[in-house]
């Protein structure tokens, strides 16, 4: 199952809806272009919504980091949503669910960008 990313907007947070297996190739280039291009837009409150996302390889990972280093380094924010158990549990084992600022409810979520 390849992956699909699409984005929506609630207020000045843009929302990057993703599912399927995010892992090596199409899906790793799927999530570094999508972030590249709402940077582009100058689009800098991301929240990346991982619902439906039922597998991540150590190559997402890595992009996940970069993403995170990329949004920063532009002064921007990235959180991530809606994590599944095998994410949440990939992303404590490589303990950068103290990196990230993980949410559960989309409406804190978007809350949390603005405080």
């Known amino acids: 199952m390849s992956v699909k990313a699409s ?3 609630s207020g000045s947070v843009t929302i ?3 599912s399927g297996q995010i892992k090596l190739g199409e899906g790793t280039s799927v999530l ?3 972030v ?3 940077l582009g837009k100058g689009q800098k409150k991301i929240l990346l919504n991982l619902g439906d996302v039922n ?4 190559i997402t990972v890595g992009v996940l980091i970069s993403a995170l280093t990329s949004v920063r380094n532009q002064g921007g ?3 991530l949503l809606h994590l599944t158990k095998k994410v949440r549990a990939v ?9 990230f600022h993980i949410l559960d ?3 804190e979520a978007i809350a949390a960008f603005n405080s």
């Open 55 to 58: 597998y991540v390889d150590s």
């Open 7 to 9: 984005t929506r907007q």
């Open 32 to 34: 570094r272009d999508t």
């Open 16 to 18: 990057i809806d993703l």
């Open 77 to 79: 924010e990235l959180k």
């Open 36 to 38: 590249k291009d709402l």
């Open 105 to 107: 409810d989309e409406t």
């Open 91 to 99: 992303l404590q084992i490589t303990k950068l669910d103290m990196v």
